[in-house]
């Protein structure tokens, strides 16, 4: 027999009513989703270090520890190493969206507004990007079926979906990059280079995710059920 991975949205919130709206929406769907849900970011970092939700919904005030809470990281930098283990959606202050642009732009996060009633387009961004995680455990499923003929083909299939806009990203940064450097021959960064090299490490980063969750994917499939 083989092993189906169950889908589960992280949720990373001290607000008690963001949370609850949050299970009421999606543990009313279909079978097969679970929604977790912590109140801090060191919480929510022991939990993806053990088990890989499909999606996370961090709301940006959640405070980084319990009791007396130190100097918070940057967001970017806590949304950075989430999205090493799924996609994140970030509920947040209109001033906080331009530090998230190039993870937002790589694809490893979605950003909403909390003003003027974010947490309803945050919920359905959150069902977008859970609808891609199902999408790739199906796609993963008919791959690695046994008897399945087609099995190399469609998984190059798979590997080129997944992986084809985030390579191309990686690749037209780092050479409009080195063009920049390369015309100025100062060895100088030139204007607006951080923002690509950001850019670059947001897709790095969203490419990893992919191969990982392929990975589990394969792997939950062709493990016998205990």
């Given at each position: 027999m083989i092993h189906t991975r169950e889908h589960t949205i992280?949720?990373?919130?001290?607000?008690a009513e963001?949370?609850?709206?949050?299970r009421r929406e999606f543990e009313s769907r279909e079978g097969g989703l679970r929604v977790a849900a912590v109140r801090t970011v060191?919480?929510?970092?022991?939990?993806v270090e053990d088990a890989a939700p499909s999606?996370?919904?961090?709301?940006?005030?959640?405070?980084?520890s319990e009791g007396p809470?130190?100097?918070m990281p940057r967001l970017n930098s806590v949304?950075?190493?989430?999205?090493?283990?799924a996609p994140v959606v970030v509920i947040g202050g209109s001033h906080q969206e331009s530090e998230l642009a190039s993870l937002v732009a790589a694809g490893a996060a979605d950003f909403v507004e909390r003003a003027g009633g974010g947490l309803p387009v945050a919920l359905e961004m959150v069902g977008r990007r859970l609808r891609q995680a199902q999408q790739v455990t199906s796609d993963a499923q008919q791959f690695a079926a046994p008897g399945n003929g087609s099995n190399g083909e469609a998984f190059g299939e798979v590997l080129r979906h997944e992986m084809n806009n985030p390579l191309t990203g990686i690749l037209g940064n780092a050479e409009l990059l080195l063009a920049e450097v390369r015309r100025n021959k100062d060895g100088?960064?030139?204007?607006?280079?951080?923002?690509?090299?950001?850019?670059?490490?947001a897709l790095a980063v969203r490419l990893r995710e992919t191969v990982r969750r392929l990975s589990?994917?394969?792997e939950a499939r062709q493990r016998p059920a205990e």
């Open positions: 992280l949720l990373v919130s001290d607000d963001l949370c609850a709206a949050a060191d919480a929510a970092r022991r939990i999606v996370i919904l961090l709301e940006e005030a959640a405070p980084e809470v130190a100097k949304v950075s190493a989430l999205a090493l283990h100088r960064l030139p204007l607006g280079g951080q923002q690509r090299l950001e850019t670059i490490a589990q994917e394969c």
